[in-house]
């Protein structure tokens, strides 16, 4: 983590059964620590991928805004 500079976007799903979303908010706590530009999301009810319809379309919309910003 120390070595990372570019801004990060995560996207979490909060009932993850592959990746706990403890590791989401120790990632995001450990970039905003070290004063990297970053944005943690979690939506409930979700698993290791976004299905609901409307955090699909949050998805999209968050990481379209992100890249449009930054690239």
């Known amino acids: 983590v ?3 500079k570019t801004p990060t976007l ?3 799903g ?7 979303v403890g590791q989401a908010y120790e990632f995001f706590r450990a970039l905003k620590d070290l004063n990297v530009e970053t944005e943690l ?4 009810r979700e698993g ?6 409307n955090h699909q379309l949050d998805l999209t919309r968050r ?3 992100w890249f449009k910003k930054r690239v």
């Open 14 to 20: 909060a009932d993850d059964p592959y990746v706990p």
């Open 41 to 44: 999301v979690v939506y409930p």
């Open 63 to 65: 990481a379209v805004a």
């Open 2 to 4: 120390n070595r990372i």
């Open 48 to 53: 290791h991928g976004i299905l609901e319809k």
């Open 10 to 12: 995560i996207l979490h």
